[in-house]
């Protein structure tokens, strides 16, 4: 689900050269989720080894992740921990769709309609523990940092981002983060130039970079203003928003009225006159999730030698990956890091 405010926020394409060298921190959840719902056979199935265990998600994880190390991107990704309370609706609220999801692929499958198969399908995705540990240790045998978040992955990634001098950007196709703070975000994050939609529509997708910074300025407000607005629209933790109020509409109530408190005192005005729905929930404990979020500050970074006997282990020997294709994709990061140690031996003398 996540934020909803692409149609105010101002975005900037970049290339992926332009960020060689630097350190993104990447929503670990949200990435997976994108690889198990697109990486997809077109009747819908999700790659899976002999044994039936989807790889969908190691196969996007692996070669996206390698790709972008070739290219000379520092990756570090974190992943998500307990959940709030308040998220239990955004839950509820997603099981239900997965469940129609499985009803009309079921009806699609019947009627011999790919298509159709493969759009609902996608819906249908599921990550589990198992997945999850995988994940994490395959990204370890590529010699990068995995950190585990106390709650929202986000949250996380979005405070390193802020206090780290060594880190550039977050990395995550949902808008969240910018409630969190994060200096910078960008969107799609992949060499791929296509994507296809939950709509089953193939679009043209380029690196797109958010700042935070030039965010406020254009949209005239401040950080707890646009806090306020994500509450207005709606989040995972108040799932709807205010009903009636869409983006460039809460964004005239968050400007017209700067305090928080006076922001929603106004929306139970508008609400007292019946012009909308009183909220079933209480913006002040969304506001502080946002404005003063549970991270860890007890975090390491490292970028170590890549395991590739034990990449090997997890994909080819325990998945049936093709062995030749992994290798390949190892070889292309281990060039990057040669040329660019010889690079450095050059510029000493």
């Not at 999700?46 to 992740?65: A, E, I, N, W």
Request: proline share 3%; net charge negative; hydrophobic share 35%.
């Amino acid at each position: 689900m996540g934020l909803q405010i692409g149609e105010i926020v101002p975005k900037q394409e970049i290339t992926i050269e332009s960020l060689k060298d630097k350190t993104i921190v990447v929503d670990g959840f949200n990435a997976l989720y994108q690889f198990l719902s697109n990486i997809r056979q077109p009747d819908g199935t999700p790659l899976m080894d002999s044994k039936q265990r989807v790889t969908s998600h190691l196969s996007g994880l692996f070669y996206r992740t390698t790709n972008l190390m070739a290219k000379g991107i520092k990756l570090v990704y974190v992943f998500d921990g307990q959940k709030s309370e308040l998220k239990q609706k955004t839950i509820e609220m997603r099981e239900k769709r997965k469940e129609i999801a499985r009803e009309k692929y079921g009806g699609a499958r019947e009627e011999g309609k790919e298509d159709e198969m493969f759009k609902f399908s996608r819906q249908t995705s599921r990550l589990n523990d198992e997945m999850i540990e995988e994940s994490k240790q395959l990204l370890e045998a590529l010699g990068l940092s995995v950190i585990q978040a106390p709650e929202e992955g986000e949250a996380q990634a979005s405070y390193m981002a802020k206090h780290d001098p060594e880190i550039y950007a977050v990395a995550s196709q949902d808008y969240d983060s910018l409630l969190f703070g994060a200096p910078r975000l960008i969107q799609n994050l992949t060499l791929a130039k296509k994507r296809t939609l939950a709509s089953g529509n193939v679009v043209t997708i380029q690196p797109e970079l958010i700042e935070f910074e030039a965010l406020l300025n254009h949209l005239s407000i401040n950080h707890e203003q646009l806090i306020c607005l994500g509450i207005l629209v709606g989040t995972d933790f108040n799932p709807g928003g205010v009903k009636g109020i869409g983006q460039k509409k809460a964004l005239g109530i968050v400007t017209q009225n700067e305090a928080p408190v006076l922001i929603f005192d106004y929306m139970a005005k508008l609400a007292a006159e019946g012009k909308v729905p009183y909220p079933d929930f209480k913006w002040e404990e969304i506001f502080s999730i946002f404005k003063t979020p549970n991270v860890t500050k007890d975090y390491k970074i490292e970028f170590k030698k890549i395991d590739k006997e034990k990449i090997k282990e997890i994909l080819v020997k325990e998945h049936e990956f093709n062995e030749e294709r992994v290798e390949n994709a190892i070889a292309k990061i281990l060039e990057m890091e040669e040329s660019k140690k010889q690079k450095t031996i050059k510029d000493f003398f």
